[in-house]
């Protein structure tokens, strides 16, 4: 018998799963696949909290501006190698080299060194993957006039036999490549071999991700430049690490993580959920608890399925806001079916039509699975999950 | 003063046949062509090159012309068609009685026809329903459109035929009730200009009417829309259609990994009312739930329509605007002179896909008569490209991975050689740039700086990029660099990007459910919330 269970270990379940068991709970977290993350840049947008807020169904105001805060300040305690605030925005560079505003990121994102530079070095590493680095030095020099941009190519042995034969080398190989030990004296050699100039010299290195590795840091700290990264094209190692760290970190404070299988149904009696119903092995295996989080990650994620009629939420059946028109015709602007998802109350349970019941009494909702939020017109993906989370992990 | 004898307006299958045609026959002709190659319906059919079957009972001169065509085209185009076969399949909906008709008018027709038993078929289209009826052979065979209008144009080139894209048409010019050239806007930079001629070839498909009547010619085209839906899979592995009067959404026409369902058939008032709708894709889906059962497991990709230019005699109208299907596809040569006391114009209107080259004989035959030159028609006795060399083939299987190289010396052509060359010197450029439809960096480099591309989409057409299921989710932003190393002929990377993904999701929103949905969140996600574009 758990305290409770999760379904799904996406951002938002891996954040209400790490709280819960911050306060000594028992958690089990049972998710199919590996969520979004290792697809997502890695930094963690919020969008504008403030604006947001006033939009009546959207969950940072189901949450209040205290929960939301307070789910963000709570993060970088959590994770030091990310810095926010919640009076400004981030500056971080997106894959092409401009410049775009988050609001937590990994530190070694922060802009804010380009600032105040003159020599913009942007290192090339040979034959990586979905980086143009010319389009980068365009977009560099349009947002910081002051500087002059210079490519800096390089190859390291290690890739030489995939050069060959023309393989391609993804930012998560190179990554891996510099978290190894040859990989940092590499590194190290590498830096220390670039031509020493004033101190307004900027090193920007892409498919790095310092974040979470101790050598690297090292290496980075001890360099007489600042060298910052750039955001990477999926799959991200920085979104990767950033699921790697969460998943330890909840393991650490003794959470139970189950993957690669899905729950099927959840059985309940007067709306109240006892058991989660898995298949493994060919067989139906149960498990309860007292409380539940439904955090399977809306259409990307899993948790809701949409036929050419309707929309269906996977596990439960519970009903869902669909709005009457799905789409627009500019692809980047709304989208109404973005915003398809879970009514709920102020303690994130699902209501019925209308607003008024709850449906189940201990299951809450969380991140992309909740209706009245689109993360992309809003840019508010990772702040929504993080915050609803932390919401839901702190009132288990 | 002639710039050139002969000015073609329209680049489709019609207009480049007609330009290899009189090119051929030593004629000067310049066609022009106001978006890329093939941009109108030649390019948003259904891929099928009909055995004729299809007409035999209503139209038996169009069965007739569909079948010699047939057989024309496999021998003189044969990398640019699937010879599959195909199936006439009789649901228990469908009419005995019709059948006996068919099967008389296809012997009438000389269309070659064989009954399979119910046994064979089920066994080799194990996807079929199986309580059809009875199922009978005919020749059909699948045709890229593209790909035969590009042939065309290259042929033609090498006789000295000019094209011009992004060139339109603006309206005709005339001298003392004669037509005497074209006045042309180049639609990339704006500039006016006027090309002299004897004789313009109106060949403008759903926009003919439009050009004649820049001079007040009436021209009555019907602008028929039909809309069809491509699945992500080869769900049959020949042409399937149902043995009925032609309807909707009944024949299945498998390309390559995918299959095209179609199609409807409704009249609008313009050729760029192409935007597939909703209530059609249901009625599509519903109509090929009775050949493939479960059709709506499967998933669509995407779902696009074309306009039919159906030409309609004005004293023979009543009633025929509620059916498009009811106006004869065969096609019509109109010789303005004759009609209207206009000389030197001529227009086609009508007909199909399969039968370009036969339309472009006898455009071409009268041409040719007007002009004064005797030389006959060759175009059904060349082969339209020539065989790819065994040198190539054995470079390109070294330097490629398997499964792309066919595809890929298809696609190519003579310009292979030039791809695997870069290929061979930068290994990395044999990588695939669009992992769904496997087109290298390097073919892609190719097409992005031919001199005749101007957009993204051009690039979309000529190397099939985007066309698979991600939809343009990875390959878009992995073309970015290729364009931004011709920015000069280019718009800007934020502007080419989203009108990329804008015509990408005009296909995609009537079909948005299932995995598509679940690719379209993943592609919002990368292009707005990684790469933070947005909306204009
Ligand atoms: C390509 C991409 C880029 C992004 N970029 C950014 C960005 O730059 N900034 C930002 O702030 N946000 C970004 N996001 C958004 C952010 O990552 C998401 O909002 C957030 O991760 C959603 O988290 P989630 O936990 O709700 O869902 P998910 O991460 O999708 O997790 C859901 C989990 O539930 C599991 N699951 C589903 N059904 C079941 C079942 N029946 N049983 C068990 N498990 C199940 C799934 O397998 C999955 O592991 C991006 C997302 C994507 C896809
Ligand atoms: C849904 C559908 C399915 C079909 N399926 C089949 C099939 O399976 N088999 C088959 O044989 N046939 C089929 N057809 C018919 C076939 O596609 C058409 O008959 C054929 O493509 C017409 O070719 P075209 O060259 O005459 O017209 P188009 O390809 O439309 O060419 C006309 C060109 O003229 C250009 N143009 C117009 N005005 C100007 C101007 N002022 N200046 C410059 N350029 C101009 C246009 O941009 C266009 O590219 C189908 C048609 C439709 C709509």
């Given amino acids: 018998m758990w305290d409770g269970i999760i379904i799904g270990g996406g951002l938002a379940g891996l954040t209400a799963g790490i709280r819960a068991a911050e306060r000594g709970k028992q958690i089990l977290i049972i998710s199919e696949g590996a969520g979004s993350l290792t697809y997502s840049s890695g930094a963690l947008d919020f969008g504008d909290v403030g604006q947001l807020l006033s939009h009546e169904d959207h969950p940072y105001a189901l949450l209040g501006e205290t929960v939301v805060h307070a789910g963000m300040e709570w993060f970088q305690n959590l994770f030091p190698d990310y810095r926010g605030s919640w009076s400004e925005f981030q500056e971080i560079l997106t894959p092409l080299g401009a410049p775009r505003k988050a609001g937590i990121v990994p530190r070694s994102h922060n802009t804010e060194p380009l600032k105040n530079a003159k020599v913009i070095i942007l290192m090339a590493p040979y034959g990586l993957k979905d980086f143009f680095p010319e389009i980068i030095k365009t977009n560099l020099l349009k947002a910081y006039p002051q500087c002059e941009v210079e490519i800096f190519p390089f190859r390291t042995g290690t890739f030489e036999s995939w050069h060959t034969i023309g393989k391609p080398v993804t930012g998560m190989d190179y990554t891996k490549y510099w978290q190894s030990q040859p990989g940092v004296s590499e590194l190290k050699r590498l830096l220390d071999s670039l031509p020493q100039t004033s101190g307004e010299t900027v090193i920007l290195f892409p498919g790095l991700a310092a974040a979470f590795c101790e050598p690297l840091k090292e290496v980075l700290a001890g360099t007489p430049f600042p060298v910052i990264e750039m955001t990477s094209f999926p799959p991200s190692a920085c979104g990767h690490n950033l699921y790697s760290a969460l998943k330890q970190k909840f393991k650490s404070l003794g959470g139970e993580l189950l993957t690669g299988t899905g729950v099927q149904s959840i059985e309940s009696h007067n709306k109240v959920c006892s058991r989660a119903i898995v298949r493994s092995k060919g067989r139906p295996t149960a498990f309860s608890a007292d409380s539940f989080i439904l955090a399977t990650g809306g259409i990307f994620g899993g948790g809701i399925e949409a036929t050419a009629d309707t929309a269906q939420e996977t596990v439960l059946g519970l009903p869902l806001y669909v709005p009457a028109q799905w789409t627009n015709s500019e692809f980047l602007g709304e989208q109404p079916y973005a915003r398809i998802g879970i009514e709920a109350d102020r303690e994130l349970r699902p209501v019925g039509p209308g607003g008024k019941e709850v449906l189940f009494k201990n299951l809450r909702v969380i991140g992309r699975m909740l209706a009245h939020w689109d993360p992309w017109t809003e840019t508010c993906g990772g702040g929504v999950s993080l915050a609803t989370g932390w919401f839901a992990g702190n009132q288990l | ?536």
């Fill in chain 2, 1 to 536: 003063m002639k710039d050139y004898q002969v000015v073609i307006v329209g680049g489709g299958a019609t207009g480049v046949g007609i330009l290899r045609d009189l090119s051929m026959r030593g004629i000067s002709a310049l066609l022009l062509e106001q978006g890329d190659l093939a941009h109108g319906t030649s390019s948003r059919f259904h891929g099928l090159l009909h055995s004729g079957g299809r007409y035999a009972v209503k139209d038996p001169q169009s069965a007739a012309e569909c079948i010699d065509e047939n057989l024309i085209l496999k021998k003189i185009a044969p990398h640019c068609i699937s010879d599959t076969g195909g199936w006439f399949v009789q649901t228990k909906d469908d009419s005995p009685g019709y059948v006996e008709e068919w099967i008389k008018s296809c012997a009438g027709a000389h269309i070659p026809i064989r009954e399979v038993s119910i046994s064979e078929a089920c066994r080799k289209e194990p996807l079929m329903d199986k309580n059809v009826l009875r199922v009978f052979e005919v020749p059909d065979a699948t045709v890229d459109g593209f790909r035969i209008v590009w042939a065309n144009a290259r042929s033609a080139r090498h006789y000295n035929g000019e094209f011009r894209t992004y060139h339109q048409a603006e309206r005709l010019v005339t001298d003392k009730g004669q037509v005497t050239g074209v006045a042309v806007r180049n639609l990339l930079n704006g500039h006016q200009f006027t090309v002299h001629c004897d004789i313009v070839v109106n060949a403008a498909g759903a926009w003919a009417s439009q050009l004649a009547g820049s001079i007040g010619i009436p021209l009555d085209v019907i602008c028929d829309k039909g809309t069809l839906l491509a699945f992500n899979q080869r769900l049959f592995h020949r042409v399937v259609n149902r043995l009925r009067p032609s309807g909707d959404g009944d024949i299945f026409v498998p390309h390559e990994t995918i299959t095209i369902l179609g199609t409807t058939s409704q009249f609008v008032d313009s050729p760029e009312d192409n935007d597939p709708q909703q209530e059609e894709v249901r009625s599509l889906l519903e109509i090929g739930e009775q050949l493939l059962p479960g059709i709506m497991k499967n998933r669509i990709i995407r779902a696009f329509s074309g306009i039919r230019p159906l030409h309609r005699e004005d004293h023979d109208v009543p009633g025929v605007k509620e059916e498009g299907r009811n106006v004869s596809r065969s096609f019509a040569l109109i010789d303005h002179e004759l009609q209207d006391g206009i000389k030197g114009l001529i227009s086609i209107v009508g007909g199909k896909f399969t039968t370009y080259r036969l339309m472009a004989e006898k455009v071409s035959d009268r041409v040719a008569e007007k002009l004064g030159n005797t030389t006959p028609c060759h175009t059904a006795e060349e082969d339209l490209l020539p065989e790819i060399p065994e040198h190539v083939y054995k470079k390109a299987a070294r330097l490629l991975p398997y499964a792309p190289v066919e595809k890929m010396l298809e696609r190519l052509q003579e310009d292979a050689e030039d791809v695997l060359k870069e290929i061979e010197q930068t290994p990395h450029k044999g990588q695939m740039l669009c992992e769904c439809e496997m087109v290298s960096m390097a073919e892609v480099e190719k097409a992005a700086s031919d001199e005749d591309t101007h957009h993204l989409a051009d690039i979309r057409r000529k190397t099939r990029l985007g066309m698979g299921t991600c939809q343009g989710a990875f390959c878009t932003y992995r073309a970015l660099p290729l364009l931004w190393q011709k920015k000069e002929k280019y718009d800007s990377l934020d502007e080419e990007l989203r009108n990329f993904l804008n015509q990408r999701w005009k296909g995609i929103r009537p079909v948005l459910w299932g995995q598509q949905l679940r690719e379209t969140e993943l592609t919002r996600a990368i292009y707005s919330g990684i790469l933070q574009f947005t909306e204009n």
